[in-house]
């Protein structure tokens, strides 16, 4: 069974904090990605990763960046964050692209920004 | 730029009532499309799509695959309280990433 865990469920930041959000993967999956969920705008994607050490900007990358120094393990940061970062923040990861695209999601973590 | 609009936005129903949620897309050098249900916390993912007029099924779950159409359609059949989600789509291109819709919600009163 694919697990896909995130460091926290929920956390409450004030703005201007740096925010570290964790996600990690056992099934040695290349692909992970970083979204952000509203209401009413669905799944935004802000960054994804196919490889260690690499790194692509989704649709909304700005106001983050994300770290991938092993496989298993992707985090997103919020260098200062902003009240307009509160959300719900979801992790997934997928093989590599040609052999399955299906991707598996963390459980999320809510984040408030004060 | 890739897009996936899904259709209604939300849909109220009795429980046994049949649903069929919508889901088109314009994606370039589309490859698949996935219906995912997220209920409290993640989505779990239901359903990939790659053949136009296949029909994929999983109990009361259905969803097939128009390419013509350029669309999808995911059915329910004798809906429970248990089904009320957000029913996501999503469909891959060229790019390594899905793009997804904003989701349909579905409430199934009893």
């Known amino acids: 069974d694919v697990k896909v865990t995130q460091s926290s469920r929920y956390l409450v930041k004030r703005t201007g904090e740096k925010v570290f959000l964790e996600c990690v993967q056992d099934?040695?999956?290349?692909?992970m990605f970083w979204y952000r969920q509203d209401p009413g705008l669905g799944l935004r994607l802000i960054y994804f990763s196919y490889d260690v050490k690499m790194k692509e900007k989704g649709d909304i990358p700005e106001g983050y960046s994300v770290s991938r120094e092993k496989k298993e393990r992707f985090s997103l940061i919020l260098e200062s964050a902003s009240t307009n970062q509160t959300s719900m923040y979801l992790c997934?990861?997928?093989?590599?692209?040609?052999?399955?695209?299906?991707?598996?999601f963390g459980p999320g973590t809510r984040l408030l920004v004060l | 730029e890739d897009k996936v609009v899904q259709s209604p936005l939300s849909l109220v129903v009795h429980e046994g009532d049949t649903v069929t949620l919508n889901c088109s897309y314009e994606?370039?050098?589309?490859?698949?499309l996935l219906w995912y249900k997220q209920e409290k916390k993640a989505p779990t993912f239901l359903f990939m799509l790659t053949s136009s007029g296949i029909e994929k099924k999983s109990g009361r779950l259905s969803s097939i695959l128009d390419k013509k159409e350029l669309s999808s359609i995911l059915n329910i059949t004798a809906t429970q309280t248990g089904d009320s989600a957000i029913y996501l789509c999503a469909a891959s291109g060229s790019a390594r990433q899905l793009t997804f819709g904003s989701g349909t919600q579905l409430t199934v009163l009893p």
């Open positions: 099934m040695d999956h290349e692909n």
């Open positions: 994606v370039t050098n589309f490859r698949s």
């Open positions: 997934a990861s997928s093989f590599k692209l040609g052999t399955q695209e299906t991707q598996y």
